[in-house]
Nanobody, 117 residues
Framework: QVQLVESGGGLVQAGGSLRLSCAASGRTFSRYDMGWFRQAPGKEREFVAAIRWSGGSTYYADSVKGRFTISRDNAKNTVYLQMNSLKPEDTAVYYC??????????WGQGTQVTVSP
């Protein structure tokens, strides 16, 4: 069982930056692939970024490639999402998730990111 708690969301102007954190409970964090997803009002949840359990491979949605960076610190049971050059269309609730082989079984409660024009 893994419990996930996101933090770091907020209101930022377009072009600004935010860093989201996702703290995981449990001693098996390092065994899980971790992902960030987001859901904007009236839209379906979409993939943002993912990182393998070892941290050796990362994946990004085309819409955030070059602007967002996912990383993890297994010693701290934490995964991060550094978001730069934010755009109004990045406004959404951001969720972190833990899973294996692209199947995410555990989800956090989400953190709101709002980007003003």
């Amino acid at each position: 069982q893994v419990q996930l708690v996101e933090s770091g969301g907020g209101l930022v102007q377009a072009g600004g930056s935010l860093r989201l954190s996702c703290a995981a409970s449990g001693r098996t964090f390092s065994r899980y692939d971790m992902g960030w997803f987001r859901q904007a009002p009236g839209k379906e949840r979409e993939f943002v970024a993912a990182i393998r359990w070892s941290g050796g491979s990362t994946y990004y949605a085309d819409s955030v490639k070059g602007r967002f960076t996912i990383s993890r610190d297994n010693a701290k049971n934490t995964v991060y999402l550094q978001m730069n050059s934010l755009k109004p269309e990045d406004t959404a609730v951001y969720y972190c998730a833990a899973g294996v082989a692209d199947t995410y079984a555990y989800w956090g409660q989400g953190t709101q990111v709002t980007v003003s024009p």
